[in-house]
């Protein structure tokens, strides 16, 4: 069965650092794209970061651009998520998807939530003093 767990949320202060981390269970993830996304209480979710099958390329919210680095390690199955400078605006439960691309879109990924069949259960970061 394909699982994506998240881990590593918790509660930091602001100017904080977090990383979080995705592993699959029941497949490999070289060869999909994965997405972070997040969901604040009473407000939309929406894509935080994303990286491609190859290359690997990444994309980034206006909103954590320079603060968020996503990376992958396919020999641990992982998917990476490093946040720094945390503002209680990042507070919200994050989640990492997985998408099989097509060949031809394996240097982009979406940052879509809809392009996504798979979701892990999300993992809750807080930053407040």
């Known amino acids: 069965q394909l699982q994506l767990v998240e881990s590593g949320g918790g509660l930091v202060q602001p100017g904080g650092f977090l990383r979080l981390t995705c592993a699959a269970s029941?497949?490999?993830?070289?060869?999909?794209?994965i997405g972070w996304f997040r969901q604040a209480p009473g407000k939309e979710r929406e894509g935080v970061s994303c990286i491609s099958t190859s290359g690997p390329r990444t994309s980034y919210a206006d909103a954590v651009k320079g603060r968020f680095t996503v990376s992958r390690d396919n020999a641990k199955n992982s998917i990476y998520l490093e946040m720094k400078d945390l503002n209680p605006e990042d507070t919200a439960v994050y989640y990492c998807a997985a998408s099989r691309p097509p060949s031809l879109a394996q240097f982009t990924c979406p940052m879509s939530g809809r392009a996504y069949p798979y979701w892990g259960q999300g993992t809750q970061v807080t930053v407040s003093s």
């Open positions: 029941g497949f490999t993830l070289d060869g999909y794209a």
